[in-house]
């Protein structure tokens, strides 16, 4: 047996009001990602959707989680409140200028926090006519989310999310890439301990108790689920065989009464 480099790290159970605080913030995120969906079209420059995001969350009083955080699998800082992410990216693309054209589908996630507490939340667009193909990306990728959800209830494991979410998307022809997960969140943007792959066996894994916070992010290809980087671009993650890439993300909590989305608008 190996020794362990580092002491498991614990995981923060959040309590009611706690909860409440990430759900104010989840408000901020899920709003403007609405507003954003409403405002992309054929011609918008993704520019315009990073100002729009930030002109709206300053409306509730939220500050960008992403602006300036330096994540740990990262060389440098994030410099943008959003990650907006064409066609082929699949996730952390970066708000650049670049006129959005029919047929596209675009990724917009937000991350925000109020009072220190954030919320992540992620959805994808099409721009236009989108293709049949593209359509169905789409709506498997978000379908595969809400599956997951469902499963994030005491006393099942980590494992019963990926399995939902893996067996829906290879059900539906596509791939999810195994190299990117969702994570704990809290007062952190990335808390340790609670990596949920979006692949896995039911009843494996990490137990799920009430008050664990996390984020549920199916990150699906039309294609393989290998992954690539640009050579000039640190964050992009674009699919390696070219093929369009969808992700939906929510934070949710798990409560006494099931799993609570505290990135919903209701
Ligand atoms: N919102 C992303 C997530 O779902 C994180 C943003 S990428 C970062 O985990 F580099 F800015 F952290
Ligand atoms: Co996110
Ligand atoms: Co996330």
């Not at 917009?108 to 992540?120: M, Y």
């Not at 992620?122 to 989108?130: D, E, L, N, R, Y």
Request: proline share 5%; glycine share 10%; net charge neutral.
């Amino acid at each position: 047996m190996l020794l362990r480099t580092r002491p498991k790290p614990e995981i923060r159970l959040k309590s009611s009001g706690e909860i409440d605080a990430m759900a104010r913030a989840g408000l901020a995120v899920g709003t403007t990602l609405q507003r954003l969906k409403a405002a992309a079209a054929v011609g918008v420059n993704l520019l315009d959707l990073e100002a729009l995001a930030l002109e709206s969350l300053a409306e509730f009083q939220a500050k960008p989680s992403l602006l300036g955080y330096h994540p740990a699998f990262s060389q440098v800082p994030y410099a943008w409140a959003t990650c907006l992410s064409v066609n082929d990216e699949v996730i952390h693309g970066t708000p650049r200028k670049k006129l959005l054209r029919d047929g596209d589908i675009l990724g917009i996630d937000l991350t925000a926090n109020i009072d220190g507490w954030h919320a992540d939340s992620a959805i994808t667009v099409p721009i236009g006519q989108v293709s049949p193909r593209a359509a169905k990306l789409l709506k498997v990728t978000e379908e595969s989310m809400w599956l997951g959800i469902e499963k994030a209830r005491n006393g099942n494991t980590l494992g019963d999310i990926g399995a939902a979410i893996q067996r829906h998307v290879e059900r539906g022809g596509f791939s999810v890439l195994k190299n990117m997960c969702g994570h704990g969140i809290g007062q952190q943007v990335h808390e340790p301990g609670l990596d949920v792959a979006n692949f896995g066996r039911p009843g494996a894994g990490q137990k799920l108790q009430i008050g664990m916070t996390f984020c549920v992010e199916p990150m699906v290809a039309a294609g393989r689920g290998d992954m690539k980087h640009r050579k000039d671009d640190v964050w992009a993650v674009l699919t390696k065989d070219g093929s369009l890439g969808a992700h939906f993300e929510h934070t949710v909590a798990v409560t006494e009464d099931g799993p609570r989305i505290l990135t919903q608008v209701v």
